[in-house]
């Protein structure tokens, strides 16, 4: 059972066992009455109106009232009164709804001929029975009053360990990027420097350019790996002084570097300006498309047809199918996953296929602005 319903739980018993005993104190009490209908009304409707003590606290009390002064009968006034208390603290009408509980109760203190220590008696009864309700509906007020204080704190201190554990989680990120780096950086220079031998050494023009190719790309790659830990570097620290982002504009040099042969056709028919965050997502998806190339269709064409109009940027990245076998390099998809989630960030989508004639194609389509 959940604490909701333990709760409604409980206070359906309360409310039944209150009401119990009021009835049984007011039907006792009319005995003593001089006008039993009367008395009689009056307590039917008291105990009729006390399950909804919660809702009208103040209406409640009200009905109660001539029940507790036509037969003295004080439980369902004292429960209205405890009610009132806890629910709607006015300094005013809790003041007023005590002075009444307390002139029915010390109505023998008016009486004639009542002797002195019986009047101080009733004195004190009165003062019990109209303070004791409203002392402990503040308390039960003000215990509720603490315990939302109490989740509340809990919250916050929840919140904020939750915050010191994304500091911390980022901060073992960064050092994690920074570790990739040094070793990807290391792996990346080694290549560098022996492609550049073999460019410096090698006979074969074919050999030279392709040297001169895998020295453009490890360069390459050393800069935006030096960007990437730049950017994921921990607040506080000094700001890294950081190249400009590549865009639309920088495709050619991209497609060129590459070493694939490879056909670009860009059409634009509209004068608005492609956000930066949509030029590099088009960009790194143009990337990550020639490396697949490389990676899956070895010696393949290439078509790059780049569309962009008032409405959208449209990318396709066509390639025939691969010359010879692909080398069995790793592959884990984070590339086209990181770049599906790129484009959807950005209100776009990007979708893959395999083409009739064995080739691949890689559509993007982004919003002009994001």
């Known amino acids: 059972m959940t604490a909701g319903r333990l709760g409604r739980l409980r206070a359906v018993i309360v409310d039944a ?3 119990g005993m009021a009835a049984i104190e007011a039907f006792e009490a009319i005995g003593f009455s001089r006008s039993h209908l009367l008395a009689e009304v009056m307590a039917v409707v008291a105990l009729c109106a006390l399950p ?5 606290p103040y209406l409640v009390f009200v009905a109660t009232v001539p029940m507790l ?3 003295m009968a004080s439980i369902a006034s004292l429960v209205a009164l405890y009610t009132v208390a806890e629910r709607r603290p ?8 005590t ?4 002139l029915d109760s010390a109505r023998s203190l008016w009486g004639e001929g009542y002797p002195l220590s019986g009047s101080l008696l009733d004195l004190v009864y009165a003062v019990l029975f109209a303070g004791a309700p409203v002392l402990m509906g503040l308390l ?3 215990r509720t009053e603490l315990a939302v204080q109490l989740a509340e704190v809990r919250d916050m201190r929840g919140s904020r360990q939750e915050l010191l554990l994304e500091k911390e989680l980022a901060r073992a990120r960064t050092d994690l990027a920074r570790e990739m780096h040094d070793v990807v950086s290391h792996q990346v220079s080694l290549i560098a420097v022996q492609a550049g031998a073999l460019q410096v050494t090698a006979r074969d023009d074919a050999v030279v350019e392709i040297a001169r190719t895998i020295r453009t790309l490890s360069a390459r790659t050393l800069d935006e790996l030096r960007q990437m830990v730049g950017v994921l ?18 495709i050619p040099a991209l497609v060129a570097a590459s070493g694939i042969d490879t056909t670009v056709n860009t059409t634009c028919t509209t004068d608005d300006e492609v956000s930066a965050a949509v030029q590099r997502a088009v960009y790194r998806t143009v990337q990550e498309g020639l490396t697949n190339i490389h990676r899956h269709a070895p010696g393949a064409q290439a078509w790059l047809e780049l569309q962009i109009d008032e409405s959208a940027v449209h990318l396709s990245l066509i390639n025939s199918s691969p010359r010879r076998s692909p080398d069995p390099l790793p592959s884990d998809q984070y590339g086209l996953r990181g770049l599906r989630e790129r484009a959807e960030l950005l209100g776009g989508s990007i ?10 194609e890689l559509a993007l389509q982004l919003p002009l602005r994001c």
């Open 17 to 19: 066992v209150l009401l």
């Open 52 to 56: 909804f003590r919660r809702r009208a």
């Open 69 to 71: 002064s036509l037969t």
């Open 90 to 97: 006015a300094r005013i009408p809790l003041a007023t709804c």
């Open 99 to 102: 002075l009444m509980v307390f």
């Open 140 to 142: 039960m007020r003000a």
């Open 233 to 250: 570097r921990a607040s506080g620290s000094r700001s890294p002084d950081l190249s400009p982002q590549p865009g639309i504009d920088d």
């Open 351 to 360: 979708a893959t296929r395999q083409i009739a004639s064995g080739g691949y």
